[in-house]
């Protein structure tokens, strides 16, 4: 059985998250992910890696977590979850609290995509230097996974250090919502099997990916096991793809490589174009797991 999400970045003048999620949980969908981007500078030094034009929603999309807190507050099953957040914009300390807080009101629903992100300069408006941004993130992860867990959680390293504190609420999954992650490197897997609980890469599209900057699905989904048994890891990872399109072949392929959720990507626009296109999307996700 496979599940089926939905992604879509929730701007100003896109469907508003409370329709679009009571939408997704009414057609059977079992998760909605929207995405983060504090803000854009407009310098634009830094090239969008999807394409020459950065697209106008990045700029307008809305915080992902008050934005969520909206899709949990109108559904009752339907999971909500990043794709992704910005591990190096937020204080690991703040979003721990973010975090579990809405997992509690969501009683337990939550599900956390991670990444470090590309854009140069907007990690350095929140004072992180591009080089560190997998120190960062790996710093503020174990910070973070010590909050949800402790009763007095301490921690001490290069980029975050604390005394022992008290944080409330604690997440209602054990241990913290599943953290899922967004990147494709060489280094993907050892990360993974430290501090996430799967992976979540974007889709790409094979016609269109070049050869040297294709990702390889079944050798990452491979790569993740290894490095997740080599590490002692309990249980088996999970394996997300974001950003699917409209193909029933391709769901097919993804969910015989080994992804346990595939989670279609939406444009950012109205209800009259958004609605037609999730039924679609519904029809695929049942005929799939019929």
């Known amino acids: 059985m496979t599940d089926f999400g939905l992604l879509m970045f929730p701007t100003d003048y896109s469907v508003q998250p409370a329709e679009l999620a009571r939408a997704a949980e009414q057609r059977g969908f079992e998760s ?31 915080d992902p977590y008050v934005a969520l807190s909206v899709a949990a507050a109108v559904t009752s099953t339907l999971k909500v979850g990043t794709g992704i957040t910005l591990i190096t914009e937020r204080d690991p300390i703040t979003l721990a609290k973010q975090a579990a807080s809405l997992d509690f009101v969501s009683d337990g629903r939550l599900l956390l995509g991670i990444g470090a992100g590309w854009n140069v300069e907007e990690m350095a408006n929140h004072g992180v230097a591009f080089k560190d941004r997998w120190a960062v993130l790996r710093e503020r992860m174990l910070a973070m996974r010590a909050i949800w867990s402790e009763e007095a959680a301490e921690f001490h390293g290069r980029f975050v250090d604390f005394e022992p504190l008290w944080s409330y609420p604690k997440p209602v999954q054990a241990g913290g919502p599943k953290v899922l992650m967004g990147a494709s490197s060489k280094w993907t897997w050892d990360r993974i099997a430290e501090y996430a609980d799967g992976w979540m890469p974007i889709h790409q599209n094979p016609a269109r990916a070049s050869a040297q900057g294709a990702v390889d699905y079944a050798a990452g989904i491979e790569a ?49 174009t958004i609605m037609p296109l999730l039924d679609r999307l519904a029809d695929i996700g049942f005929q799939h797991n019929s």
């Open 32 to 62: 909605l992910f929207f995405p983060e981007h504090t803000h854009i500078p407009t310098s634009r030094l830094s090239p969008w890696p999807g394409g020459a034009e950065l697209p106008r929603e990045y700029s307008h999309t809305h």
């Open 224 to 272: 993740t096991r290894s490095a997740w048994s080599q590490a002692g890891r309990s249980g088996d990872p999970d394996f997300s793809i974001f950003g699917v399109g409209p193909d029933a072949a391709r769901v097919s392929q993804l969910a015989e490589m080994g992804f346990n959720r595939v989670i279609f990507g939406l444009p950012s626009a109205d209800a009259d």
